[in-house]
């Protein structure tokens, strides 16, 4: 019998993972979200873009309900709202599911789980972190616009977990570790960057091509590993490679990163951090939950992050101006970075 899952929060991440699995008929797939994109993929069905193909799934497959009665039928489901949507949508699912069901946070932010377990004491909750980019295109096109798998915590004693059977038999690349922490905080550091590329404006693949930007983002990472070193937290290594590694590679001259980046990831050169996507279109961002997560870690420990400080502020600042991305250039981020 196929396995009931829901996805709360149909966006980029909710309807690409959830339209993997009714793609390939390996779960029956509740999605809950919000009206316009339920009547994109009504109208063109749903188009899940990956680098050398797509895949169609048809719109009755994945049909995105509005009502969040529909996911107390489901064994599992996964939160996928932004993070300043999760206390909110704790609730929501408290007041529908049954006790038991599992409910997987693929959030960004490392405080998203024990949000979710303190309002659903009679659900298991488990962390995972989501590697890979997605976007969404006209047409109901999910894009992913990076590589890399999803990453979740599994269970204690290695009992089988079959949402994650169904994950890589509909073809998504899963890894299961215990504890999860430290790949959390690793992803929280990556995703550092992610300021950076909103105020900005420039696609990942400049950002990551463009020695200034690169600047900024090692100094963003340095601060916050000194930060983390100082609480005691350990994060994993990227792909091999550790933290410390990396923020020396983002020094080094274009040419090496250009090979080192060619070996370790693919970006696709429209890929643009979800936090551009949020400057544009006037929605709150995660920075609070990214570099404001360094600067409360720093303030735990009587230390400072004023780096991460000044670019959540900038951020912030953009999100009141609501005019989109500043599109700042490597020299004006520097300055106003040391700006305090
Ligand atoms: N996008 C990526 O590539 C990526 C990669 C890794 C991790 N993540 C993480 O995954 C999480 C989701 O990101 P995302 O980019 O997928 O966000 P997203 O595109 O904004 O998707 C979330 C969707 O959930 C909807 N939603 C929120 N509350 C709802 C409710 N009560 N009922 C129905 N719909 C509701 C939102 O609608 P409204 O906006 O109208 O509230 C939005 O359409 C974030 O924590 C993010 O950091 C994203």
Redesign the pocket.
């Given at each position: 019998m196929s396995i009931h899952i829901g996805i709360m929060?149909?966006?980029?991440?909710?309807v690409y993972v959830g339209g993997r699995l009714a793609a390939k008929g390996e779960a029956e797939v509740m999605l809950?979200?919000?009206k316009p994109?339920a009547d994109a993929i009504a109208e063109h069905g749903l188009t899940l873009r990956e680098f050398d193909h797509e895949d169609r799934v048809d719109a009755d497959k994945a049909r995105i309900d509005?009502d969040?009665r529909a996911l107390s039928s489901c064994e599992v489901v996964f939160c996928?709202?932004?993070?300043g949507?999760t206390e909110?949508?704790a609730k929501?699912l408290a007041g529908v599911l049954e006790p038991g069901t599992v409910v997987v946070s693929?959030?960004?932010?490392i405080r998203n789980p024990e949000i979710l377990c303190a309002a659903l004491p009679n659900n298991p909750v488990v962390p995972a972190v989501?590697s890979?980019?997605?976007?969404?295109r006209e047409g109901a096109v999910f894009q992913r616009t990076t590589s890399g798998p999803l990453i979740v915590e599994s269970r204690p004693g290695g009992q089988d977990q079959r949402w994650v059977d169904a994950l890589r038999a509909a073809g998504v690349e899963v890894d299961e570790v215990r504890p999860l922490a430290s790949e959390q905080w690793t992803k929280l550091l990556l995703n550092l960057n992610n300021a950076v590329g909103a105020l900005s404006g420039a696609p990942t693949r400049d950002m990551i091509l463009s020695r200034g930007y690169r600047r900024v983002i090692a100094k963003l990472l340095d601060e916050a590993l000194d930060v983390l070193d100082g609480a005691g937290i350990r994060p994993a290594k990227f792909r091999g490679v550790p933290l410390r590694v990396m923020s020396f590679i983002m020094k080094l001259p274009t040419p090496v990163v250009r090979l080192v980046i060619r070996a370790q990831l693919r970006v696709d050169p429209e890929a643009r951090v979800?936090m551009w996507t949020d400057l544009e279109r006037g929605?709150p961002t995660?920075v609070d939950v990214l570099n404001g997560e360094i600067v409360r870690v720093a303030g735990e420990h009587g230390g400072a992050a004023p780096i991460n400080r000044r670019i959540a502020e900038l951020v912030h600042e953009a999100e009141r101006a609501g005019a989109g991305s500043p599109n700042m250039s490597p020299e004006t981020l520097l300055r106003a970075l040391e700006d305090d």
């Open positions: 929060g149909a966006g980029a991440i909710g809950i979200g919000r994109l509005e969040v996928c709202v932004k993070s949507a909110e949508t929501i693929l959030q960004n932010g989501v890979f980019n997605v976007i969404i979800s929605r995660e």
